[in-house]
């Protein structure tokens, strides 16, 4: 098993966003978590990453407990709603942020990820020139390049239309089927859920009754 959450709970405050969430993932595995905007998506996201304290609960990722690992030693990539890049530099640069020091680099691997997802060519061209496709598409070969244990998808694709969206989605899987990285990917979009997962859990399923994130 790549990932194991038993009875998660998070508060803020007086109010409780998760309660008692339980969720597997098998090895090189993509689940597709469906639910609407405010349900807890991004919370349950933000705690299994290290960026949000749980109240309760214990998280597992390839059989270590995680749940007090610093988020920046969990080996947990995540990527989020807009594409976090670095507008000094051009593709190339900000996919090389991938690598803490620069023996560490890989070309070889930089140029068939750039490759993967159809940016051969780009390399040198600004962040700002880029289309909302382009951008995530930059944004996730970073991700892959720091080799992830398991990789965290915010709806990444929400801002794109439908046909885009739809596209990328199935170009997202094909790369992590590949390189067998587990995924979670939370959406609201139905077609995009079934499109890139293995599994759909419908939110109500992780959390009967539900709560408000809002």
Known sequence: MSLIVENLSVSFGNQEILRDIN????????IAILGPSGCGKTT??????GLQEPNFGKISLQGEPIEHVTCEQRGIGMLFQKPVLF???????????AY??????NMDDVYSILKEMGLRGKEHQA????SGGEAQRVVLARALLTNPKLLLLDEPLSALDVDLRRKIAQEMRSTLKARGIPAIHVTHDPVEASII???VIHWNELQPGGVDEE
């Open 127 to 130: 962040i700002e020139t880029l």
């Open 100 to 105: 803490q020091r620069k023996e560490e680099r």
């Open 23 to 30: 969720l597997n993932l098998e090895q090189s595995e993509i």
């Open 87 to 97: 507008p000094f530099k051009d593709v190339l640069g900000n996919i090389l942020f």
């Open 44 to 49: 349950l996201l933000r705690t299994i990453s």
């Open 197 to 199: 997962g293995d599994r």
